[in-house]
């Protein structure tokens, strides 16, 4: 039977390569055709690539939507949202602890926290993904770490919102917001980084609300 296959083949006008090969032998045939129908694949794989490259690339767009949006969504829930303590904080943020630790206060920083008053009250509004909130928070917990000074921390989520809907209450626009009060009533706000420093900027508050009354 193969003789036969090899003879018929012999009679047809084979394509170039095939003509040129010096000897015909069963096996020579077999490694051409194998040869032969992996180029006709990739020829027609190229033709459909060619003929639905705008709609493969349309799927490609989409999945790549679909991927970031997903990662986003994912991204979002790994950040506590709403009130959190500072030990929640520094135990899922490690990179707030490694910039607690770094910060050192100098002199004149030192000397405003305590000249503030113990009715001084903070409300923070910040975000773990946020860079500046990374940076401001961590002094502040810093600078405050030996007062009776109440500091409400409220995390908030990309959109900068959380369940109570106190941020858009207080209408946070930027993170991290520092809302100072003086016995209950708000005298001033830091707004992403202070002008000196969180102490000295506070006690400047502090001296003013004094002054207008």
């Known amino acids: ?36 129908v992996s180029q006709n694949k ?9 003929k639905y490259k705008i709609l493969l690339m349309i799927i490609a767009f989409g999945l790549w939507v679909v991927a970031a949006v997903m990662s986003s969504k994912a991204h979002a829930a790994d950040n506590l949202v709403g009130n959190i303590t500072k030990q929640q904080l520094f135990d899922g943020y490690p990179h707030f602890v490694s910039n607690y630790d770094d910060y050192l206060l100098s002199s004149d920083e030192a000397k405003a926290v305590e000249q503030l008053p113990s009715e001084i009250s903070l409300k923070v509004f910040f975000g773990t993904w946020c860079h500046d909130s990374e940076r401001e928070v961590p002094r502040l917990l810093k600078s405050f770490k030996r007062t009776n000074v109440s500091i409400d921390m409220i995390s908030l989520d990309l959109n900068k919102s959380e369940p ?50």
């Open 42 to 50: 990739r020829t027609t794989v190229m033709k459909y690539l060619v």
């Open 164 to 213: 109570q809907g106190r941020a858009k209450e207080a209408n946070i626009k930027y993170t991290p917001t520092f809302i100072v009060y003086h016995e209950n009533v708000e005298i001033g706000r830091i707004i992403e980084r202070p002008e000196v420093s969180l102490s000295e900027d506070i006690l400047a508050m502090y001296k003013d609300s004094k002054a207008q009354k």
């Open 1 to 36: 039977m193969a003789v036969k296959l090899i003879l018929l083949l012999s009679l047809i006008k084979l394509p170039t390569g095939l003509a040129m090969m010096p000897k015909v032998s069963y096996k020579n045939l077999k490694s051409y055709w194998r040869k032969l």
